[in-house]
Nanobody
Framework: QVQLVESGGGLVQTGDSLRLSCAAS???????LAWFRQVSGKEREFVAA????????SYSDSVKGRFTISRENSKNTVYLQMTNLKPEDTAVYYC????????????????????WGQGTQVTVSS
């Protein structure tokens, strides 16, 4: 079983940038990788995902144009570059993986993802 470990979270101010990393314990080449986030008391929500082939990505409307997801298969790592951060981006960010075939669409629901990291806290102060 592949294990995922997130890092890079922290406390920043409005307008700042932050890069999250998610390192996998084994190869991630067969996985579509995603970032979700969750605020205490609310459901976990989709943020961004990148297909296993690296050529397709998907973003939630709330982060489109501000966040960029990328992957580096040689390092078994996926990244989330976050810019122009807002207080509403405050949440625990989770990395997730979906083992898919090459023609599969990118999933945005939590139930499609089989493996999850433990999360990293991002706090944006106003």
């Amino acid at each position: 079983q592949v294990q995922l470990v997130e890092s890079g979270g922290g406390l920043v101010q409005t307008g700042d940038s932050l890069r999250l990393s998610c390192a996998a314990s084994r190869t991630i080449q067969r996985y579509t990788l995603a970032w979700f986030r969750q605020v205490s008391g609310k459901e976990r929500e989709f943020v961004a995902a990148i297909h296993r082939n690296g050529g397709r990505s998907s973003y939630s409307d709330s982060v489109k144009g501000r966040f960029t997801i990328s992957r580096e298969n040689s390092k078994n790592t996926v990244y989330l570059q976050m810019t122009n951060l807002k207080p509403e981006d405050t949440a625990v960010y989770y990395c997730a993986g979906d083992n898919v075939i090459l023609t599969a669409p990118i999933a945005t629901d939590t139930s499609s993802y089989e493996i999850w990291g433990q999360g990293t806290q991002v706090t944006v102060s106003s």
